[in-house]
């Protein structure tokens, strides 16, 4: 980037904003998140002013209220995009999650809903306005996620109508992007993919999303690609726009764990306390959002297995698993909690001793002091993704376990498992016996071999890192400006 360029605008944009709006005495609050985006994109503020765009997460039906609230946004660089609740059910839960997130992670059998496609038109139409008025010459675009994937094609169009042609849009999808055989299912994917399309640069987390993009693109619309080039960038060509598609690996920072570790008292004290509880036993922790992608019902299947097929294991290994709640307000969501409930009580009903459970299970979110201090004292970790877009749980476990070594058990339908299968243990989350497998091998394997896999992956989690994704990306995207 020139010297002319350093304080260029970058315009981040995300279904929700990373940050809590709060009503106090009459006024409004706002807290930005220190987490995901928040994070990633740290490295560039020092050479760009960043503005975020989302929905501020609270519908707030009078104007005058909606001003004082715009007014908290913008202290933090912030426009709130405000929606009828009615119409920001629709977009978010019908049709974003309940039809494109699906698709997105090869679940089939999606009923599509038309109501739920306009809703989902039609919000990205009001991202689309809001931000091309608020836009400047020479700002860069970043857009975000799967909530947002018309937005490109229809936010090039109201900056056209301003006769801004020189903002540069990006895309980043942070979930799987599916074969082309399971995309064309979808009734829209035409539509979808044009969407996209109307960017400069899209960006995928793994080699095997962006082929599938670019193999639907040819297929499904009259388009021609070129290869690899500078930074193995491919070029889509679509109705006169070139657009750069690429894989750009997302990370955490390494150093927020470090520095938790060593400096938090609260931290070390929590490490200590649980080292001390679980100093007999062979410690698995699994982390997890509660959505069917994430293989829970797999995971305790194996982990019976295991139990059934390793009986002298029962009084040496406990899994602790966190399962954060997600979306409990919908019925599939509720089943699937009530299902992995029952699983719990049985395992525990069949395989608990005088010495203690086999399994510990925690369905709600926990503190990041207790976040990082399970990290460091478990033995393994096991993911069991069916799909996932990256999975940094991987990451941060490893970030966790200097000196340590402990073992990586990953799911080879995970995107981690396209940078971090060297290192790890991997397995088909499908196959009891393969779960069951795995997790004997991790407990029992020699001191030399878990620190020869930890330090392979411990270069990979520090060498790619969620600021480098972040500048990697802008540094990109300004070319196109």
Not at 18 to 38: C, F, N, R
Not at 107 to 126: H, M
Not at 145 to 164: I, N, Q, S, T, V
Not at 220 to 239: F, M, N, W
Request: glycine residues 8%.
């Amino acid at each position: 980037m020139s010297q002319s360029d350093k304080k260029r605008r970058l315009i981040i944009v995300s279904n929700r904003l990373p940050l809590s709006l709060k009503k106090v005495d009459g006024a409004y609050e706002s807290s930005i998140s220190s987490g995901g985006l928040v994070t990633a994109l740290s490295g560039v503020r020092n050479s760009t002013n960043v503005r975020w765009f989302g929905w501020p997460g609270t519908n707030i039906e009078d104007p005058d209220e909606r001003k004082i609230a715009a007014a908290a946004l913008a202290d933090k660089d912030a426009v709130g995009i405000f929606l009828d609740e009615k119409l920001a059910h629709s977009h978010y839960n019908d049709f974003s999650n309940g039809i494109a997130w699906p698709t997105l992670h090869y679940q089939s059998g999606i009923p599509f809903n038309e109501d739920a496609w306009k809703s989902y038109q039609r919000v990205n139409s009001i991202f689309a306005e809001t931000i091309a008025a608020e836009a400047q010459p020479g700002d860069l675009i970043w857009v975000h996620d799967y909530h947002l994937l018309l937005l490109p094609l229809y936010l090039r169009a109201r900056l056209k109508e301003k006769g801004m042609t020189h903002c540069a849009i990006g895309f980043t999808l942070h979930t799987p992007f599916p074969a082309e055989d399971f995309w064309r299912a979808l009734p829209v994917q035409r539509e979808l993919l044009q969407g996209v399309l109307g960017c400069d640069l899209v960006g995928f987390h793994t080699d095997e999303y962006r082929r599938n993009f670019v193999e639907c693109c040819s297929r499904g619309l009259d388009v021609r690609v070129s290869g690899g080039g500078d930074e193995g960038i491919q070029r889509v060509e679509y109705e006169g726009h070139t657009v750069g598609v690429g894989m750009f690996i997302v990370g955490i920072e390494p150093q927020k764990f470090t520095d938790g570790l060593r400096d938090a008292r609260e931290v070390q004290r929590r490490v200590e306390e649980l080292e001390e509880r679980y100093a007999k036993k062979v410690l698995i922790l699994g982390v997890d959002r509660l959505d069917s992608t994430k293989g829970l019902v797999q995971k305790l299947q194996g982990y019976d297995y295991f139990l059934q097929h390793h009986p002298e294991m029962k009084t040496r290994v406990v899994l602790i698993q966190v399962a954060i709640p997600s979306r409990e307000d919908v019925k599939e969501y509720q089943d699937l909690e009530r299902e992995i409930c029952t699983l719990v009580g049985k395992i525990n009903g069949e395989h608990s001793t005088p010495d203690g459970t086999p399994i510990i299970y925690i369905h709600h979110s926990i503190p990041f002091t207790d976040l990082t201090a399970l990290y460091r004292i478990s033995d393994i970790c096991l993911i069991t993704s069916r799909r996932d877009g990256m999975n940094l749980v991987a990451a941060e476990y490893v970030a966790c376990q200097k000196d340590r070594y402990g073992v990586l058990v990953l799911s080879d339908l995970a995107g981690a498992a396209s940078f971090m299968g060297t290192g790890s243990i991997t397995f088909n989350p499908s196959s009891a016996q393969q779960l069951s497998d795995s997790i004997y091998k991790a407990a029992t394997m020699s001191g030399e071999e878990r620190k020869r896999g930890y330090e392979s992956l411990e270069e990979f989690v520090t060498t790619n890192t969620s600021a480098k994704w972040g500048e990697k990306f802008i540094k990109i995207l300004s070319e196109y400006a």
